[in-house]
């Protein structure tokens, strides 16, 4: 391949043939004190309401919220929660920045902080998946009295990472697979010079070499394939929906470097915690260990026939042991 042809590769813009953004039903949006334009979703309560509402956060990072988490978390209302469900700065309907060195965990973190004051309440409770939980305990490690309980959905790990948890192997009574598809597989078949280009420009330099709708549409691209290693069943892993963000789940991971560590902050937390993981979780096992020393107030289910998604595979029961874990 001649060198011009690398250059035509690496610097001429793309297009990808993938879903785009869908805009909510009663989609509204806030400027936090961040400077963050965002868009969310209010789920009002029914009947009796409770004092501390429900805030979702999506993994990635950069989650957006879609038509399905919607309708998952929305029969949660009925027992009385105001469900709050926002698109995270630079994905879906929220703003992207121009500064991409902007998106960094502690932009996440008070962003989740003012979405809370947004809401009125003097506390609330986090559902939070992938991602989500890594972005709730860095939260609460500084906000601890803001979050009445806590709720992981196959979480990622708590950073910084301990390597040696990713080899603790699981109890045989478990019964825990590897997912039939991985991440890995899906970079490697989705992947291009310019798409690795751009990352790499965007971490060394931290600047955009491609656009954002470019990116993005990259990312819903790629996604679609990743979508497959979040299953048991790769037959049931749905075409992904546009909205999520490529520079801000870069930089975000990049920034994830350099955090300061949760750990004492968190020892012996009084929060009660309620982990569920997927049977086909591709999330390490030893990083679940971690949560169940940090919170001693826990409880820990497998779900079985679910992957690291766990509400595609096993809706009805994901929402059951949520209801069950709320009416504590």
């Not at 004051?117 to 003097?122: D, L, P, Q, R």
């Not at 470097?257 to 004492?264: A, E, F, L, M, S």
Request: aromatic share 10%.
């Amino acid at each position: 391949m001649s060198f011009a042809v690398i250059l035509f590769l690496i610097f001429i813009p793309r297009k990808y043939n993938v879903s785009q953004l869908q805009k909510l039903k009663n989609l509204q949006y806030v400027t936090l004190p961040t400077g963050s334009h965002l868009a969310y979703v209010v789920i009002p309560a029914k009947g009796l309401k409770k004092p501390y509402p429900i805030i979702f956060l999506q993994g990635g990072p950069g989650g957006f919220i879609s038509e399905r988490t919607v309708a998952c978390l929305a029969p949660l209302s009925e027992n009385g929660y105001d469900i709050y469900l926002y698109d995270q700065i630079g994905s879906g309907h929220s703003a992207r920045l121009k500064n991409i060195e902007e998106y960094t965990v502690e932009r996440h973190k008070r962003d989740l902080e003012g979405i809370i004051t947004h809401t009125g309440a003097a506390k609330v409770i986090l559902i939070a998946q992938s991602w989500g939980a890594v972005l709730a305990t860095l939260f609460v490690a500084g906000n601890p009295g803001k979050v009445a309980k806590l709720i992981f959905t196959s979480p990622g790990p708590v950073f910084p990472i301990r390597k040696e948890l990713e080899v603790i192997v699981p109890p045989d009574s478990l019964h825990l697979r590897v997912p039939f598809f991985s991440n890995q597989q899906a970079n490697k078949k989705i992947n291009n010079i310019r798409s690795k280009t751009t990352a790499l420009w965007a971490q060394i330099f931290g600047s955009k070499l491609a656009s954002d709708k470019e990116v993005d549409d990259f990312q819903t691209l790629l996604a679609n394939e990743t979508n497959k290693s979040t299953v048991c069943d790769t037959s049931k892993a749905g075409k992904a929906a546009g909205g999520g963000g490529y520079y801000v789940q870069i930089m975000t991971m990049l920034s994830l470097d350099d955090v300061t560590d949760p750990r004492p902050a968190l020892k012996n937390s009084k929060i009660p915690l309620f982990i569920m993981k997927g049977q086909c979780d591709n999330q390490k096992w030893g990083f679940i260990t971690e949560y169940l020393e940090l919170f001693p107030n826990h409880r820990l289910i497998i779900i079985p026939g679910a992957g690291h998604s766990i509400s595609v595979e096993q809706p009805e029961l994901y929402l059951n042991e949520i209801r069950e874990f709320l009416n504590q």
